[in-house]
């Protein structure tokens, strides 16, 4: 249970896509990968890694054969839904002190009331010094929370409709308050002229963290569910965690790619950004970013660089979009189409098509390549289970697996099912995490 042990660190250590690609490298170097600008040149068996702007990572492997003929991909995302704060979060309000945010991806806003939050990022100072903000974690840290209306005067808020429980605007995490004033205290003041204090919190930031006021506006700052990965269930069969879309495929891909063994195709492990908002960005797939990485490897690898290679090379490789699915929900049987479901502890998912309703957005695999992959998944014995999510009409989803098809790549959706999806605390199998693993690394070996 090493592997599940190691998943549950990764997924506390990497609460944000920076947190993520740190942990990253720092596994890839024990596993003797070295940053790309440290080769001169690049020949088979050498071990790699590029980044973009620390949310964006490729690990790569080199193969014997040329990359004209093409890679064999593992594709995941290392985003999750979550609060971002604004550019100017901290005010004051009624003697209590909030952090304002904006909520980031598909979530349902009610689930993240009167819950323990945390707050990752960075700060960025005018000088160029970067503070490393993790508040919320440590057991002697302070937390954070958005408040909700007690069910005594809930009487309104009760017949709304669920996305209206809670605004958007109203997504702010209490952060700390201050007594109010007496009127003695009033009275005093008025009667002695006095130089106006400083917020304490203010104060507090710039003693504790050196962190002036208008130093948010250069910040990145993410409120995320603050505590660990926990097994759930008295079998301990199941894991509770956060951001475990998509971290559960990033972790499970990144495990493959250490330990598979070298081939004749170069392998590949990408972890981009942005994709629950579209894959935008220059660190989402939908921009020029995995592109430029294999146009660098390409350069380093080659006599002479060329552009024909770089599109052959494209267009030769084979892709898993690694991406979670809806694991079958028993108590909400109605959404699903149960033979067509993927289940808890049913392996890696396969699916053949994402999309919704009329397969809008969607990457349709070819039946030729699912084979292929079928294949390689039988030939080292991994459990997996072919799945859509949902029934058609009720919803739909996507990943980066298009992005990935306009090259003219083979590419097919797999991951790890997943049952609360986007909620703050997501449920995972332990068993679809080994398979996941287990079918990645098979599949880096698919000639």
């Not at 068996?45 to 949310?55: A, H, P, S, V, W």
């Not at 985003?79 to 309000?93: A, F, H, M, T, V």
């Not at 024909?308 to 267009?315: G, H, K, Y």
């Not at 084979?318 to 028993?330: E, F, G, I, K, Q």
Request: aromatic letters at 8%.
């Amino acid at each position: 249970m090493q592997l599940i042990s190691n998943y549950k660190n990764f997924l506390d250590s990497g609460k944000t896509e920076r947190e993520c690609v740190k942990s990253i490298i720092s596994l890839a170097k024990e596993q003797g990968y070295k940053d790309i600008n440290d080769f001169n040149s690049l020949k088979a068996g050498d071990k790699f890694y590029i980044t973009k702007m620390n949310k964006a990572i490729a690990l790569f492997q080199m193969g014997t054969s040329s990359l004209e003929n093409g890679m064999n991909i593992l594709g995941a995302h290392i985003d999750s839904p979550r609060l971002d704060g604004k550019q100017n979060p901290i005010y004051e309000k009624d003697n209590i002190f909030y952090f304002n945010t904006h909520y980031y991806g598909g979530i349902k806003k009610y689930q993240w009331t009167t819950l323990p939050l945390a707050i990752h990022g960075i700060v960025c100072k005018k000088d160029g010094t970067i503070i490393n903000v993790t508040i919320g974690e440590d057991e002697d840290d302070p937390v954070f929370s958005i408040s909700d209306i007690l069910p005594h005067l809930a009487q309104e808020q009760m017949k709304s409709i669920a996305s209206e429980f809670i605004k958007g605007e109203d997504l702010d995490l209490i952060i700390g308050s201050k007594i109010p004033k007496s009127k003695d205290d009033e009275t005093h003041n008025k009667d002695e002229k006095c130089e106006k204090k400083e917020d304490p919190i203010f104060t507090l930031l710039k003693e504790k963290y050196n962190i002036e006021k208008d130093d948010f506006n250069s910040a990145e700052l993410e409120v995320v569910p603050a505590g660990k990965a926990r097994d759930l269930g008295l079998d301990r069969s199941l894991i509770l965690a956060y951001g475990q879309d998509d971290r559960s495929c990033a972790f499970t891909s990144v495990q493959a790619i250490f330990d598979a063994k070298p081939s004749e195709r170069t392998q590949c492990c990408l972890c981009v950004d942005k994709e629950e908002i579209g894959s935008v960005g220059a660190t989402g797939m939908a921009s020029n970013l995995f592109e430029n990485m294999i146009a660098e490897v390409i350069a380093k690898a080659e006599p002479v660089y060329s552009e024909l290679i770089l599109r052959r090379c494209l267009s030769n490789s084979n892709m898993l979009s690694s991406d979670v699915n809806a694991a079958y929900d028993p108590l909400n049987s109605g959404l699903y189409d149960k033979d067509n479901a993927s289940v808890l502890g049913g392996g890696i998912t396969f699916q053949k098509y994402t999309g919704a309703r009329g397969k809008s957005g969607a990457s349709d695999a070819n039946p030729e390549f699912i084979a292929k992959v079928r294949a390689a998944m039988d030939e080292n014995k991994v459990r997996y289970q072919m799945a859509e999510l949902g029934k058609v009409d009720q919803g739909g989803g996507g990943t980066i697996a298009y992005h990935a098809a306009k090259y003219g790549m083979n590419v097919l959706d797999a991951g790890v099912a997943v049952l609360s999806m986007h909620a703050p605390w997501e449920i995972t199998s332990k068993e679809d995490i080994i398979q996941a693993y287990n079918g990645n690394k098979a599949f880096l070996g698919i000639k």
